[in-house]
C-alpha cells in the first residue's frame, strides 16, 4: 500500500499495476494498493516519486506534548 495524493486518485489508479486500497468492504481514500513484489524498478521509483511528492505538500503536524521525546 502507498499514500497517494487524493485529487489525483483516478489518474494514479488508472495504472495496470495500481488498484483501490480495500480492506474489507472499506475502499480508503489517497491509498493504492501496489504489487510491490511484482513490480520493475522504474515502477517502483515512479510510486516513490508520487508518494514523496505528495507528503511534502502535506502542511507538517503541529508537535504534541505526547509526541515529543522525553529525557
Known amino acids: ?12 489508479l488508472s495504472r495496470p499495476e495500481a488498484h483501490p486500497l480495500t480492506m474489507g468492504t472499506r475502499t480508503f481514500t489517497g491509498w ?4 510491490f513484489d511484482q513490480q520493475t524498478d522504474s515502477q ?14 502535506l502542511p507538517s503536524k503541529a508537535t504534541s506534548p505526547r509526541t515529543q521525546r522525553r529525557g
Open 44 to 57: 517502483l521509483d515512479f510510486w516513490a516519486g508520487r508518494r514523496i511528492e505528495y507528503v511534502h505538500r
Open 1 to 12: 500500500m502507498i499514500r497517494i495524493d487524493p485529487s489525483r486518485s483516478d489518474e494514479l
Open 32 to 35: 493504492a494498493g501496489i504489487g
